[in-house]
């Protein structure tokens, strides 16, 4: 249901408050409707003007009866594909709900046109039936439904007991035939200002559901729903599940250069890959940032096909945004359980390891738990050392790290900062820790011909460091292409497998001049 006036379209939401809008509207139209026509029957001599008041009277009833009895219906008819959409309508309801309904309504239908043969108006109460099973469609049903059958319902009475069908009487005053069109026109109009009303109820308890549920980014499911899915289907299923972790690359790049904003549109269509190469057998989350995760019924060599084709499909993204295009790699963690399972906290742990090994070889790959069990065990406690040391070596007791430096560089020691433009480093420690040179990570050095963010995160890197007096190194230099694109950026120096790959003891100082890529 849409509406227009002179600001522009809206859409009508099926709820009370529109559904009362739309009774004015039609009350009002009813009104100057029956003042035309009751006036040109007036004028063109069809009835005299001693019967206006009951010509009005019947012809705004008689509108107004039509427009409650049918608008609802149409209109729903008309926008059925939208609200076929909503949470009431996927309610599933067997075909023999329906049919028991029907047939009760039939049953109604028929009690009340023998009743209303009897003399009296008292026998008419027995419309009461056709009401209660109208209200309990509202409740029960779609909103589409109790539109239909009030229609119906409606004209039926209408037959019945307005037009003295099967010699049943009719009314003869125009006080019977008033109190037999509101009549009407309140059984017409109570079912769909209810089934409106349970509507807006229900959509309302979707929508709480979907956003306690539910990444309001992404779509997927949020971590907290996730784990506890998890943990059921853990407990309950027998055959192999096998935990997927996935962590984009790099992403904070992402962020800083072109905006949170863009960072959220890499994160929708990244997700939507998710989706797609996973499929509904899978359970899969945003888990937060710029992690998912996805718990689904194969053992390890099955599950790392479509992880494989998830680690392309992400290489190959392209988003556009203002002009350029964003582009990211992820590096994912897989691990597997058989029955009994072990604990959703354990998997997370051993996962989340397995993603952070991927990332240390390099990013852009998949890394699964059980290929390297001894160097997985050495890679866990040694995450846990760093965790228990870590942001108190340097980021709690900055004094004694300058103090240090600074001693040591009196000897004649000089410093670097190492993988500078990842993992735990900032700009802010350029402040406070009295370096001699920043080391480029080598992911931004590899992708210097292809990626304008790795360009710009580099410049800025060398810039920064020639203003602090500092010497910028570029890390994994391979090929003469990406030293050529360092030295026009004014790398000072380069490292990698280009100079010389690792050699035993005895063979390196045997190397009589070794390439320096010094600017």
């Known amino acids: 249901m849409r509406w227009c006036c002179a600001s522009g379209c809206a859409w009508m939401h099926l709820n009370t408050e529109d559904g009362l809008l739309l009774l004015r509207g039609a009350l009002l139209l009813c009104l100057v409707s029956a003042t035309i026509g009751s006036a040109g029957m007036i004028v063109s001599g069809m009835v005299p003007l001693t019967e206006l008041p009951r010509v009005y009277v019947q012809w705004a009833l008689g509108d107004l009866l039509g427009t409650t009895t049918m608008t609802p219906c149409v209109l729903l008819l008309f926008d059925r594909q939208r609200h076929a959409r909503t949470p009431h309508a996927r309610a599933k309801t067997r075909w023999h709900g329906y049919a028991a309904w029907w047939l009760a309504m039939l049953l ?58 099967d010699h049943i009487p009719r009314p003869e005053t125009l006080l019977d035939t ?6 009407l026109v309140v059984i017409s109009t109570i079912p769909s200002l209810l089934a409106a009303a349970t509507h807006e109820r229900r959509a309302a308890m979707a929508a709480l559901h979907l956003r306690a549920t539910r990444d309001p980014l992404t779509g997927l499911f949020n971590r907290t729903t996730f784990e506890e899915q998890a943990r059921t289907l853990l407990l309950d299923h027998s055959g192999p599940l096998t935990l997927i972790y996935v962590d984009l690359d790099n992403f904070k790049l992402v962020n800083d250069a072109a905006s949170h904003a863009a960072g959220d549109e890499v994160l929708r269509h990244v997700a939507g890959l998710v989706r797609a190469e996973f499929g509904e057998q899978a359970l899969h989350a945003h888990s ?40 990211t790699t992820a590096s994912i963690g897989l691990i597997s359980s058989v029955q009994p399972h072990a604990s959703f906290d354990e998997l997370l742990s ?13 990013g852009n790959r998949l890394f699964a738990a059980g290929q390297d069990a001894d160097s997985l065990d050495n890679r866990n406690r040694m995450m846990r050392n760093a965790l228990d040391a870590r942001e108190a070596s340097v980021v709690r007791d900055l004094t004694r790290t300058r103090r240090f430096i600074d001693r040591m560089r009196s000897l004649g020691c000089r410093f670097a900062l190492d993988d500078f433009g990842t993992g735990f480093c900032s700009f802010s420690y350029l402040r406070d820790l009295n370096v001699d040179f920043l080391k480029i990570d080598g992911s931004f050095v590899r992708d210097l011909s292809q990626s304008p963010l790795s360009e710009a995160v580099v410049r800025s890197i060398t810039e920064i460091a020639h203003l602090l007096e500092m010497r910028a190194v570029g890390e994994q230099v391979e090929t003469d292409a990406q030293l050529t694109l360092l030295r026009g950026l004014q790398v000072d120096f380069g490292q990698g497998y280009l100079f010389q790959r690792p050699a035993p003891i005895d063979e390196f100082f045997t190397v009589p001049t070794l390439k320096r890529a010094s600017a």
Not at 110 to 133: H, K
């Open 350 to 362: 051993q996962v989340d390891t397995a993603c952070h090994a991927a990332k240390e070889l390099g």
């Open 288 to 327: 937060g940032g710029d992690e998912f995760m996805i718990l689904m019924p194969l053992d390890s060599s099955a599950a790392s096909v479509p992880g494989r084709r998830l680690l392309a499909s992400i290489e190959s993204l392209r988003v556009a945004w203002q002009g350029s295009n964003l582009r």
């Open 178 to 183: 008033s109190l037999l069109m509101s009549t």
């Open 108 to 165: 109604a239908l028929t009690a009340t046109m023998l009743f209303s043969r009897q003399s009296g108006l008292y026998p008419r109460a027995g419309v009461i039936l056709p009401i209660v099973l109208l209200l309990w469609s509202a409740i029960r049903y779609p909103p589409l439904f109790t539109a239909v059958a009030t229609m119906l319902t409606s004209t039926v009475l209408a037959l019945i007991m307005g037009m003295g069908l």
